[in-house]
């Protein structure tokens, strides 16, 4: 468990490792739509606990369907619209975590 890391952003700026087989990384997606982190076009809002991250295929089968798993990890102290703030190293339902985030905006909170 993350307890102080960079601030996970959304709108497909920060990556994520997906731990399995057919896609290797993706995007985040979902985030606040009135609370942001970044300067110009680096900027987007903050991913939250329950955001979705970008739709890839996931392997249980050779055929590696689609699915957009929540984040399930993200800070207990640290709330932005009434979801805990996600941070890099935060995950998401299944073997998703976040692998980037913005270098200067730092989130705590287990």
Same mark, same amino acid.
């Given at each position: 468990?993350?307890?102080? #890391?960079?601030?996970?952003? &959304?709108?497909?700026? #920060?990556?994520?490792?997906?731990?399995? &087989?057919?896609?290797? @990384?993706?995007?985040?997606?979902?985030?606040?739509?009135?609370?942001?982190?970044?300067? +110009? #076009?680096?900027?987007? +809002?903050? *991913?939250?606990? +329950?955001?979705? *991250?970008?739709?890839?295929?996931? %392997? %249980? @089968? #050779?055929?590696? %369907?689609?699915?957009? %798993?929540?984040?399930? *990890?993200?800070?207990? @102290? *640290?709330?932005?619209?009434?979801? &805990?703030? +996600?941070?890099?190293?935060?995950?998401?339902? &299944?073997?998703?975590?976040?692998?980037t985030g913005?270098? @200067?905006?730092?989130?705590g909170g287990?």
């Open positions: 468990m993350t307890a102080v #890391d960079m601030a996970a952003r &959304g709108d497909e700026k #920060d990556s994520v490792t997906t731990n399995h &087989g057919c896609t290797t @990384t993706t995007k985040t997606k979902e985030c606040s739509e009135n609370v942001f982190v970044g300067i +110009g #076009d680096q900027m987007a +809002g903050v *991913v939250r606990f +329950g955001d979705k *991250v970008k739709e890839h295929t996931f %392997p %249980p @089968t #050779d055929s590696c %369907p689609s699915h957009q %798993p929540t984040l399930a *990890v993200a800070s207990k @102290t *640290v709330i932005i619209n009434e979801k &805990g703030a +996600g941070r890099r190293k935060d995950k998401y339902k &299944g073997s998703e975590e976040i692998s913005y270098p @200067t905006v730092w989130i287990g």
